[in-house]
């Protein structure tokens, strides 16, 4: 047979036919191809083309392994002797020099050809297609020639099939044309991948490269600055729009335009909200109203609003994308941190009091945490931390005295949340505020026990079961009133005499100061005939004892006594007089303001269908919680300036500034109030510039 006259021809030791045949192996198939397949294939286009050329490879592939059977004496001794090319890259090679070489352009019209029909939905013969790019990646050397032929080839058409496709769509609104572009892409992935191998998935991102510019990348100027463009979608919240175009402009792995137009739709929403607010905060003269504006629940809840619409917004059309969430934090900062009459800090945590404060709202506990966590998220974005904090601490000190928290689990998940966000050094007087009240109950407890029935005895009108003395830590609790000696009812002097004489036996290195301005006194006033049950403020009491033998007082006469500043007084006299229920009389004045020239006389004729009544309290540090948080601004920007300047020894001076303002996070500090207090303390010789270079600072120890 063939295979034995091949091995016997080739292991003559007389005649060497190896060179001899393994030239003929060689001409077999250049006689087949350019004789039988060549001539097939010349008269023939598109996919008539592609089909020939599939079948004729295919009968190319049958001959090669029959052939390579009969030569393999070949392929096992005279092909590596002499370092000749295998039997089977012979007939590779004879196929892509005399077949492909000669219709490599034919090859490349008719695969672009079929591909643009498939574009254009007409029938297309994917497999034959398959096929095709199967033999170009088995005959490409080593460099992929031919496939990279290819792959330019469908790029230039691809790129000329995507501009034609951009212009046909410009009519578009911004919506459609990103839904059209969208359709498209999932098409083009499909096509492309149902055309090119396995190993050819990645050349995919080389013709969609393409895509991207032709119809991503031009269009993004439309897209940011057309009417009906990001900014709409925007405006109307269209999602699903939206998505698409974080999906479609991740493509190009720069999202900072799309970033930034989305980051000023929120700034400039958020600024118009807070003008609006700002502007009515202006027209209010009037501190009553002022202070009553500066508990608006509708707003805060609007600003809640706010947020959770476009946070849900960066959760799913932008699928949380750390940088459009970043953008939203900046945007937040911008206009939460506006000044105002009555700043977002002090807004929510009025409103927090709203919601922890027993009998306002009336919600579960489960609603209140909810509100909580809401408020956090503004919180978080706010620059003035501790001006919330101070405002916040005054209200706990009321609910706390008062004893109308609504729940002592959330106002301690509440102080939790704050200690997350901006540190234990912030909330250690909060912390320490309900470890004084739990301990006070047991100190008053305790108290009764040994000297209530004493005092039961000695005064029989007061209600001993309901007096609560509380000892509290005097670093946890700031007094708007400094600490002064009223003109207390004659009951009450008897119990503090006596709870001094019991705190000394008990306490003698400790020292009692008196904060009357929590105090309560529910007391029973007699007006004629009529009986009512008064809850009063220790100083509305003590000023009403004042009457008890006298009719009549002028307001010297009221101030000598009570020994009140001017500013206190006059609001206690006006809670009592100028309120709803008018306990005393006023002679010589009218409207709301109290004069030094006006007397008072107690309202024998006051009658009210009620027969408990809460007087107002009147607000006694409305200034001076500002002046606080001011003093202690200045006193965290002095001490991070030493912190600083003791452990780095020497540093230049902006490079001080900045680190300063770095470090402060309870508040955002004005640079020329940090260049102030650098000066100041290069005044007091903690620091001192150096001789050389005055730039430097040097600290002195």
């Keep these: 047979d063939a295979y034995t ?13 190896n060179a001899e045949l393994f030239r003929r192996y060689s001409r077999i198939f250049e006689t087949y191809l350019w004789e039988n397949v060549s001539p097939n294939l010349r008269n023939r286009i598109h996919v008539d083309f592609l089909s020939e050329l599939a079948r004729r490879w295919d009968n190319h592939v049958i001959m090669m392994r029959f052939l390579e059977r009969y030569f393999s004496y070949l392929d096992r001794f005279h092909v590596p002797q002499n370092s000749l090319p295998s039997l089977h890259q012979v007939a590779l090679t004879r196929f892509r020099e005399i077949v492909i070489e000669e219709t490599k352009s034919k090859i490349f019209d008719a695969v672009c050809s079929e591909v643009d029909k498939d574009r254009r939905n007409r029938e297309v013969r994917k497999e034959i297609l398959r096929k095709t790019v199967e033999i170009l990646q088995l005959l490409s050397r080593d460099n992929e020639d031919l496939i990279n032929e290819l792959i330019a080839r469908l790029t230039v058409e691809s790129q000329r099939f995507y501009r034609d496709r951009a212009a046909d769509w410009a009519s578009l609104s911004c919506a459609e044309y990103m839904q059209a572009v969208d359709r498209l892409l999932h098409q083009e992935k499909e096509r492309l991948g ?42 109307y919240q269209q999602t699903d729009n939206l998505q698409l175009v974080y999906h479609l402009y991740s493509r190009l792995r720069n999202l900072g335009d799309v970033c930034a137009v989305f980051r000023d739709f929120i700034r400039s929403k958020g600024q118009k909200i807070m003008s609006e607010k700002a502007a009515e905060l202006l027209k209010i003269t009037e501190k009553d109203k002022l202070r009553e504006a500066a508990h608006d629940k509708a707003f805060v809840e609007g600003l809640f609003a706010f947020w959770e619409t476009y946070n849900r917004m960066v959760e799913n059309a932008f699928e949380g994308s750390k940088q459009f969430d970043h953008a939203f934090r900046v945007a937040l900062e911008s206009f939460l941190n506006m000044q105002m009459k009555v700043m977002t800090a002090e807004l929510l945590a009025n409103y927090c009091d709203r919601i922890l404060r027993s009998g306002r709202e009336k919600l579960e506990e489960k609603e209140i945490e909810e509100k909580l966590e809401r408020v956090i998220r503004l919180f978080a974005n706010l620059e003035d931390k501790d001006l919330f904090i101070e405002h916040y601490t005054g209200h706990l000190t009321r609910r706390l005295l008062a004893e109308r928290c609504e729940s002592y689990d959330c106002e301690k998940t509440m102080i939790g949340r704050l200690n997350a966000c901006c540190g234990a050094q912030f909330t250690v007087r909060l912390d320490g505020m309900l470890k004084d009240i739990g301990l006070a109950s047991q100190h008053n407890r305790e108290f009764l026990q040994r000297a ?14 309901a007096l609560a003395i509380r000892v509290l830590t005097k670093a946890n609790w700031s007094s708007p009133i400094a600490a002064l000696e009223l003109p207390l009812p004659r009951d009450l002097m008897v119990v503090k005499a006596c709870f001094e004489e019991d705190f000394g036996r008990y306490h003698a290195r400790k020292k009692i100061e008196w904060a009357h301005v929590w105090g309560t006194v529910v007391m029973d006033a007699y007006f004629g005939a009529n009986k009512y049950e008064l809850t009063t403020t220790t100083f509305q009491a003590s000023l009403l004892y004042l009457f008890e033998e006298r009719n009549e007082l002028s307001y010297e006469q009221i101030r000598e006594e009570m020994k009140l500043d001017e500013e206190t007084l006059k609001k206690t006299l006006g809670s009592l007089s100028t309120a709803k229920h008018k306990i005393l009389e006023r002679i010589g004045g009218e409207g709301k303001i109290i004069s030094s020239a006006e007397r008072f006389r107690f309202n024998v004729n006051f009658t009210s269908t009620a027969r408990r009544i ?9 200034t001076q919680t500002k002046e606080k948080v001011d003093n202690d601004r200045e006193l965290a920007i002095e001490a991070a300036i030493v912190r600083i300047m003791k452990h780095r020894k020497q540093l230049e001076y902006n490079q001080l500034m900045q680190e300063v303002i770095s470090i402060l996070r309870q508040f955002h500090p004005d640079p020329r109030q940090v260049k102030k207090k650098i000066e100041l303390i290069i005044d007091k010789e903690f620091l ?14």
Excluded: W
């Design 194 to 235: 149902s055309i090119l191998t396995e190993r050819l998935q990645t050349r995919v991102t080389a013709i969609l490269e393409k895509f991207n510019e032709e119809l991503l990348e031009n269009y993004k100027e439309r897209l940011l600055r057309h009417d009906q463009g990001l900014q709409h979608m925007l405006e």
């Design 5 to 17: 006259t091949i091995y016997n021809l080739c292991t003559q030791k007389e005649n060497d036919h």
């Design 452 to 465: 209530g029935p004493e005092l039961a005895r000695a005064l029989p009108s007061l209600n001993v079961e």
């Design 688 to 701: 001192e510039r150096d001789k050389t270079d005055p730039r430097l600072l040097k600290y002195l120890a």
């Design 614 to 622: 809460v007087l107002p309290v009147p607000i006694l540090d409305e």
